[in-house]
Nanobody
């Protein structure tokens, strides 16, 4: 059974930092591209950052220079370090594992990040 479990969300003040994690089981983690997505109230889910099996990273323009995605294949975990957080970063953050159009994607249930005074 495939499971992706996010953790580390919470309430943080503007300008603060937070690291969210996604621990997986039931997949060969090292061969998957791992992504972080977010969905704010009333908005569509959007890609925040992704890291390929080879360690290539891409980021949404809105988080470049502030967020860093990383992975630990031994722990089957992907991380998102979020710095200089803004109120507009408030959203539910979801983890996704994907290999390509011929393979099934897997999603976690999300973790809520709230940036507010």
């Amino acid at each position: 059974q495939v499971q992706l479990v996010e953790s580390g969300g919470g309430l943080v003040q503007p300008g603060g930092s937070l690291r969210v994690s996604c621990t997986t089981s039931g997949i060969i983690f090292s061969i998957y591209t791992m992504g972080w997505y977010r969905q704010a109230p009333g908005k569509q889910r959007e890609l925040v950052a992704a890291i390929s099996s080879l360690g290539l990273r891409n980021y949404a323009d809105s988080v470049k220079g502030r967020f860093t995605i990383s992975r630990d294949n031994a722990k089957k975990t992907v991380y998102l370090q979020m710095n200089t957080l803004k109120p507009e970063d408030t959203a539910v953050y979801y983890c996704k594992a994907e290999r390509g159009p011929r393979d099934m994607d897997y999603w976690g249930k999300g973790t809520l990040v709230t940036v507010s005074l």
